[in-house]
């Protein structure tokens, strides 16, 4: 039976890089795979991370491309490690190979910049608020498919507090705030929540006022997912009801961190926004 999992993160990275690499080298799938005496189809299937390449056929592409010094040591040890897995593999069946590759990325990625509307983004729910975005976005789904979604959320918040942690930068609508999912008690916790991982070095929050009017996110919420020691862009994870987007094209890309610079310049400052956080919380105990 073919493998359906989704390409691990570091097979998305070097895929991207090399696509980048014979784009600088101004050649087309088909030239680069006629000087490699291949078929373009297999150029194609490593480029998209379909196909990992062998070590040896990643060594002829870069010979193609005459990368040469650190960059190639960088990613002759990538192209080492593009099966590496983790934890979340476990779940692909159930959750989705599109989720899953999102968890993988959050755990190789340097920094999270999100912004959230409809609900506070999964690296910072509550179990019990977590419960109920689940029940809601799946009604028909049987309670154990619900908690195991929720161990996985609760799961992916280790990436805040493991040796190296990931940096979150959260973008929060107040609209998010007005909404009572699970109720007063379940949203009071969940703010409160809010306002005190917020303390943390590696995370910052901030709220977006309703009446700034106007503004850069009206489209809807999304994550910027940054890198550091892999040789990898930047990439947004946009959810919707029934699909998840990759946004990977490096255009769209930088305007995706350009909304969400003046989406962080419109919003209160830190200490404003915890301030807010915790006496919203108040009025609903």
């Known amino acids: 039976m073919a493998d359906k999992r989704a390409p691990s993160v570091r097979s998305r990275q070097l895929a991207t890089v090399l696509r980048r690499l014979r784009d600088a080298a101004t050649m087309t799938g088909e030239e680069a795979a006629g000087h490699l ?3 373009p189809s297999k150029i ?3 480029e998209t991370a379909q196909t990992a390449p062998s070590q040896g056929d990643l060594r002829r592409l870069l010979d193609l491309y005459d990368v040469t010094g650190t ?11 593009t099966g590496q897995r983790g934890w979340w593999d476990a779940y692909s069946d159930a959750l989705g190979p599109e989720y899953t590759a999102l968890i993988a990325l ?9 912004y959230g509307v409809q609900n506070v983004p999964g690296l910072l729910q509550t179990e019990r608020y977590a419960h109920e ?3 809601a976005l799946a009604p028909f789904a049987p309670p154990g498919e619900i908690d195991r979604r929720v161990q996985v959320k609760m799961a992916r918040q280790r990436v805040l507090t493991k040796e190296r942690p990931l940096t979150l930068t959260g973008v929060i609508d107040e609209a998010m705030m007005l909404r009572m999912i699970g109720g007063q008690e379940v949203m009071a916790e969940q703010l409160e929540k809010l306002a005190e ?3 943390r070095d590696n995370v910052n929050i901030q709220v977006l ?3 700034i009017g106007s503004h850069p996110g009206l489209d809807g919420e999304f994550s910027i997912v940054s890198f550091a020691d892999l040789i ?6 946009i959810e919707h009801m029934t699909s998840e987007l990759y946004v990977e094209n490096e255009a769209a890309v930088y305007r995706h961190v350009m909304a969400f610079d003046r989406l962080r310049t419109l919003a209160l400052d830190i200490t404003e926004s915890a301030a807010v956080l915790k006496e919203k919380a108040g009025t609903l105990r």
């Not at 960059?71 to 490690?81: H, V, W, Y």
């Not at 959050?106 to 999100?114: F, K, M, Y």
């Open 232 to 237: 990898a862009p930047d990439v947004v994870y």
């Open 133 to 135: 975005v689940a029940r």
């Open 197 to 199: 991982v917020g303390q």
């Open 71 to 81: 960059q190639r040591s960088r990613l002759e040890l990538l192209g080492q490690t």
């Open 106 to 114: 959050e755990d190789e990625a340097e920094s999270v910049r999100c």
């Open 44 to 46: 194609s299937r490593i």
């Open 209 to 211: 006022p309703l009446d």
């Open 37 to 39: 005496g291949w078929s």
